[in-house]
């Protein structure tokens, strides 16, 4: 079982920038693909950001290449999501997710935070 918790979201400008936190507690967290979703209101469930176990691979969604970074510090069991240039469609809760493979379809994550609120405004 793997326990997470997201934080760092905010109300920001567009334009802005944001960092999302996720720490990770229970099971190996460095055994772990992590990954970033977000929901905005009325919308499914979209993929945003992926990182492999070691840091060294990422991908990430079209919407969000450029602007957005994912990274790891397995040392402190935790994911991280900088935000860059913020777009009023960015607006969502964010979850972070843990998996057994990389992967963009979030039926393969095993284990998801409760969400954090990004909130862009124009």
């Known amino acids: 079982q793997v326990q997470l918790v997201e934080s760092g979201g905010s109300l920001v400008q567009a334009g802005g920038s944001l960092r999302l936190s996720c720490v990770a507690s229970?099971?190996?967290?460095?055994?772990?693909?992590m990954g970033w979703f977000r929901q905005a209101p009325g919308k499914e469930r979209e993929f945003v950001a992926t990182i492999s176990r070691s840091g060294g691979s990422t991908y990430y969604a079209d919407s969000v290449k450029g602007r957005f970074t994912i990274s790891r510090d397995n040392a402190k069991n935790t994911v991280y999501l900088q935000m860059n240039s913020l777009k009023p469609e960015d607006t969502a809760v964010y979850y972070c997710?843990?998996?057994?493979?990389?992967?963009?379809?979030?039926?393969?994550?095993?284990?998801w935070g409760q969400g954090t609120q990004v909130t862009v405004s124009s």
């Open positions: 997710a843990a998996g057994p493979v990389i992967a963009t379809v979030d039926k393969t994550y095993l284990y």
């Open positions: 229970g099971r190996t967290f460095s055994g772990y693909y």
